[in-house]
Every structure is written in structure tokens, then in C-alpha cells.
């Protein structure tokens, strides 16, 4: 009789031990979760200085420069505009060549190393070159808080003489990857007919990314809808 309520004894033990384990395994999984969030690098704008940055690094007039720290370590953006003038060869006029650059570089031991490059152009123009980087053109953010920076870029391009909609981009860069929304601009045409322009198309891959993202991106491309470029730091 002793031994069956000793035995009786010890598996309600057993079976409180268990019972207990299994409570504490979601939270333990929770505090871990927690923990590995936390060791993320935590999204922080650093200092620069725009004259200090090697001329290596940039191609023509700088226009924005960023620095800050991510899961990368340190990250530099340099936004930047080419220009060059020239006489066309067949109608002997003329002409203005611009070249675009985005670019991203992250720094390992003293050194800055690309990470990813966004180019674009607009050659030949014998009216109004207007390819060139929007107001605010920079907005780095880290809403999937994934550690990694969103750098959110826009921009125009279009030679024309007149108020025509221009071609309009939004590049999204996220550790090395690119995503992008391509359109116009908006432009008032008059009081019955209303605007002109203002077309919209997100690449598919955007569909990757948070939809808090993609919701932050599409606010920013209807602001720069109005903006004009902005001109070269001094």
C-alpha cells in the first residue's frame, strides 16, 4: 500500500515537471525571439562632411550625401549629376549630355566597397535637359526593421521645352537589392480637363517587401509628383 501511493506520489510529480516545462517553452522561445530582434544593429544617422568624400567614390556634382550604421556597418550614399555640353554633329546646335548616379557603399576595414550602383542618362538634348533628383530626394528608413536600410531615391527625366509630363522613377534600395516604381510627373492642364500625367507602375518585386514599405513608398512618389530638382551641393 505504501509503495502504490509512493508511486502515485512521484507521477504527479512527473507530471507537474512536465506540464511546467511545456509553459515555459513559448515563452522561452519569446525572450529568444526578443533577444535575437535586439542584437539586430539598430537603423542610425551618422555625421558627414560632403568635401571630405575621395573624389573615387562620386562621379561629377555631388547632390546628397549619407552616411549611417546598419547590420552592414557603415553605409555611405552619394547621389550625383554629370554634365557636359557639345555641338551636335548634324544640325550643329547645342546640346546637353547629364548623367545620374546613385551609389551605395558600405566600409570594411577603412575601405569603402560598392554595393550597389544605379545609373541612368539623358543624352543629346537640344531643349531643356531635366534629368535630375527631386526635393528630399533621400529618405533611409528601416520600417520591415529587418537591420538592413530602406533607401528611398526619386528623380526625373525628360528634354523637353514645354510643362509635358516627364518621366519619373523611385528606386528603393534594401541591402544591394533594387526595387522600383516608374511614371510621370503630374502636371495641371486646365479647369475641365484637370491633369495630365500622374501614371503609376510598381514592379512586381515590390510585392516582396512589407506592405508597410510599399505604403510609405507610394506617399513619397505622390509628393515628388509636384517637386522640381534640386541644383548641386556648393
Known amino acids: 500500500m505504501k509503495k ?7 507521477s504527479i510529480i512527473l507530471l ?3 506540464c511546467q516545462e511545456a509553459a515555459e517553452e513559448p515563452k522561452n522561445k519569446k525572450n529568444n525571439e ?15 562632411e560632403v568635401k571630405a568624400i575621395p573624389d573615387t567614390l562620386s562621379k561629377g556634382d555631388i547632390i546628397e550625401a549619407r552616411r549611417w550604421l546598419d547590420e552592414n556597418g557603415e553605409n555611405l550614399l ?24 546613385v551609389s551605395h557603399y558600405k566600409k570594411e576595414y577603412k575601405e569603402y566597397v560598392l554595393v550597389r550602383k544605379v545609373k541612368d542618362f539623358q543624352q543629346g538634348c ?9 526635393e528630399m530626394p533621400v529618405s533611409i528608413t528601416d520600417l520591415d526593421t529587418n537591420g538592413y536600410a530602406e533607401v528611398l531615391i526619386i528623380y ?16 528603393l534600395l534594401e541591402n544591394g537589392k533594387k526595387y522600383t516604381i516608374q511614371g510621370t510627373t503630374q502636371v495641371a492642364y486646365d479647369k475641365k480637363k484637370g491633369y495630365i500625367g500622374g501614371e503609376m507602375h510598381i514592379d512586381k518585386v515590390f510585392e516582396a517587401l512589407s506592405a ?22 556648393e
Open 78 to 101: 552619394i547621389l550625383s549629376v554629370v554634365t557636359t555640353e557639345e555641338e551636335d554633329s548634324v544640325f550643329g546646335e547645342l546640346v546637353t549630355n547629364k548623367g545620374l548616379f
Open 34 to 48: 526578443v533577444n535575437k530582434t535586439e542584437r539586430k544593429q539598430k537603423l542610425r544617422s551618422l555625421p558627414i
Open 156 to 171: 526625373r527625366n525628360a528634354c523637353l521645352s514645354d510643362v509635358s509630363p516627364q518621366t519619373m522613377k523611385l528606386i
Open 126 to 134: 537640344m531643349l531643356d535637359n531635366m534629368l535630375g533628383f527631386c
Open 212 to 233: 508597410r514599405i510599399l505604403r510609405y513608398a507610394k506617399q513619397q512618389w505622390t509628393k515628388a509628383q509636384n517637386q522640381s530638382a534640386i541644383p548641386p551641393i
Open 4 to 10: 502504490r501511493i509512493i508511486w502515485s506520489i512521484f
Open 16 to 18: 507537474l515537471g512536465a
